[in-house]
């Protein structure tokens, strides 16, 4: 029964004929009324699995989002639907407030998105606990861990919506948690005998690169021939940076302009809007932009500078290709950025506990950039992820490095691991390794160990360097929790059962720089280019006239499909994935015309 029911409106309302992958298993989930905590990569497809619950139960779903203009923009691509959808956050009028009130009341919404600041009002507690809530979805569920990656105050106190909601299942969902922060997001929401599904964090139609930051403009320039007129962001560290980068591209003729909080609200939302409907095509911007971006059309993300931690990287070029079409993400790493960043974190008001966490973290996010093993693995390790096959389509492994049996070195890590009973951070682990006589070794007895100086043969540095490939590689993890000491992970006793073999590699400085990326190629398809840009064009009319972002009207995934099928009429049209009965009622007519008015 229930199954038919979110299926036919999965096709009916989204259009769509099959969930990927997890989906239809947290739906299920929460329509039993139990609460679950959804990990999903960026563009996996989270929004559905708390829409769905939404339009399938009796009552309002209430999904928390920390940006009003995401809430904006999800609100929008609803209505076009068909779903009655509002919003309350503090830009509301109060006329606007009481609008939105008023169709609780009579029960017409299906789905209510609030800021975090907005439902931590005892008054709007008190009205929404007079209400039938099916549902509570927590977005971006990881603002609420000071271990995550960024913190929110009003997220924190979202835990009171257990006690005033006992009943009520939950859904936290986040994109960027590591184990750590997994575990403080159910303890945080207080959420009752939760299932974590976790998605592979991997986005295998993205390929990265990583490489020193060298004659970066030029590169860049290079980089962006092979792009043809594809959207991309390229992140840098500071304001100065997002308007000189964007410059020297204009100069060059492309088409870029830059974004950063020191610019006006005004400016700040014509970026956004002409980033998003294909107006600009390349946006050099902070980190301000990114979190209120949905746009699916983003072909290649680049880091001018290194990102402050694995997170934030990875959320980053997590906004690359989330129409699952090739993307790219290219970082360019410094020194000088490691430095900076550091300074930022020192210089910080943030608790002395807090900058440890961020020192860890960024001290990864370095290992990450001159790790000479599978990119793609390290970040799946780090959140969680422990898997040792390639990714093949990272730089390490589409060129892989040089690599030597390293398995007798790892067993000696590990074993000494586990004989300090997974207390150790690296430091001690290498001194114990090497046979020192430290008082940090000697006072806890470590010196009497088996392991103790079994390693002494290789130098503290190569030692390092080793134990962080076999961090990178899922062997051993960091419990930052616990002052950053190392852990054993599932695949520690396959190596110490000779069931695995480590590979590592000796440390060589990366001056060279690597060959550029390999050549962006636009999916080859039959597609009526002529049409395409028609309809593009048609769109944007359209998006402009209601202030909205084109690809909550339509996706251009659904426009290339309408361009390769042709449909000549409504059924035809209803098979292309993006068209619900909603749009083909408002929009069929009018794009079946163009369809015939263009092709003969
Ligand atoms: P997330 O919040 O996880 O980053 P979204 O919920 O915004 O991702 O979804 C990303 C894109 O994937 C959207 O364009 C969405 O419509 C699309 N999508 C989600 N589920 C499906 C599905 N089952 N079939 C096809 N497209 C889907
Ligand atoms: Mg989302
Ligand atoms: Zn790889």
């Excluded at 009207?553 to 909603?582: D, R, S, W, Y």
Aim: aromatic fraction near 8%; charge should be positive.
């Amino acid at each position: 029964m229930e199954k038919t029911l979110i299926y036919k409106i999965l096709k009916k309302t989204f259009g769509y004929d099959d969930f990927r992958s997890k989906q239809e298993k947290i739906i299920n989930h929460s329509l039993e009324g139990k609460d679950g905590l959804v990990i999903m990569p960026t563009g996996g497809g989270k929004s559905i699995c708390y829409q769905i619950p939404a339009l399938a139960s009796e009552g309002i779903t209430l999904v928390i989002s920390p940006l009003i203009a995401l809430m904006n923009d999800q609100i929008s691509a609803l209505r076009f639907m068909g779903v009655k959808a509002e919003a309350l956050h503090s830009n509301l009028s109060i006329d606007e407030s009481r609008f939105v009130y008023n169709q609780l009341k009579t029960g017409e919404l299906k789905l209510l998105y609030m800021s975090p600041e907005r439902i931590n009002n005892e008054t709007t507690q008190r009205f929404l606990s007079t209400l039938n809530i099916s549902l509570i979805a927590i977005d971006e569920a990881h603002c609420v861990s000071v271990w995550g990656n960024d913190f929110r105050p009003d997220y924190a106190e979202l835990s009171s919506l257990r006690t005033i909601f006992p009943n009520v299942p939950m859904m936290a969902l986040t994109a960027t948690a590591d184990k750590t922060t997994q575990d403080d997001i159910i303890t945080q929401l207080k959420l009752r005998e939760p299932k974590t599904f976790l998605e592979s964090f991997e986005r295998k139609n993205i390929t990265s690169y990583v490489e020193p930051g060298l004659k970066r403009i030029e590169k860049i320039k290079s980089i962006l021939r092979t792009y043809n007129d594809a959207s991309g962001i390229i992140y840098c560290l500071s304001r100065n940076d997002t308007e000189k980068v964007a410059k020297k591209l204009q100069a060059s003729g492309y088409n870029a302009d830059f974004y950063h909080a020191g610019l006006d609200s005004f400016e700040r939302s014509r970026v956004q809007r002409q980033f998003q409907n294909d107006e600009i095509q390349i946006i050099c911007a902070t980190i301000a932009f990114g979190m209120g971006i949905d746009k699916p059309n983003i072909r290649f993300v680049i880091h001018y500078n290194m990102p402050k931690n694995i997170e934030a990287y990875y959320q980053e070029i997590g906004r690359a290709g989330r129409d699952g079409e090739p993307a790219e993400a290219i970082l360019f790493y410094s020194w000088g950025d490691f430095i900076k960043l550091q300074r930022f974190i020192d210089e910080g008001e943030a608790n002395p506990e807090f900058q440890k966490v961020q020192t860890a973290k960024l001290k990864r996010m370095w290992e990450y950039c001159t790790s000479s093993d599978c990119h793609t693995n390290l970040v799946l390790n780090y959140f969680g992820e422990y898997r040792s096959e390639k990714c093949g389509h990272c730089d390490n492994c589409i060129n892989p490095p040089t690599k030597k049996d390293g398995t007798t070195q790892a067993m000696m890590a590990l074993s000494a691991i586990k004989r300090c009973n997974e207390r150790i951070g690296m430091e001690t682990l290498i001194g114990v390794l090497k046979g020192s006589y430290r008082s940090e070794i000697t006072s806890r007895g470590y010196d009497k160990i088996k392991t103790f100086g079994v390693g002494r043969n290789i130098s503290g540095a190569n030692w390092k360097n080793y134990i962080i490939q076999m961090i990178n590689q899922g062997i051993i993890s960091i419990d930052y929790a616990t002052g950053s000491t190392l852990k054993w992970t599932p695949l520690s006793s396959e190596v110490i059962n000779n069931k695995l073999k480590v590979n590592i590699v000796d440390f060589v400085p990366k001056t060279k720089a690597k060959k550029p990326p390999k050549l962006f190629v636009e999916t080859e398809m039959d597609t009526n280019l002529d049409l395409f840009d028609i309809l593009k064009s048609w769109r944007l009319d359209l998006a402009r006239k209601k202030n909205v972002p084109a690809f909550t009207i339509l996706a251009n995934k659904t426009l290339k499909e309408i361009c390769q099928v042709l449909p000549t009429n409504n059924f035809e049209l209803l098979q292309v994935n993006g068209i619900g009965e909603v749009k083909l009622r408002q929009y069929g007519h009018e794009i079946l015309n163009i369809i015939k008015e263009n092709v003969k």
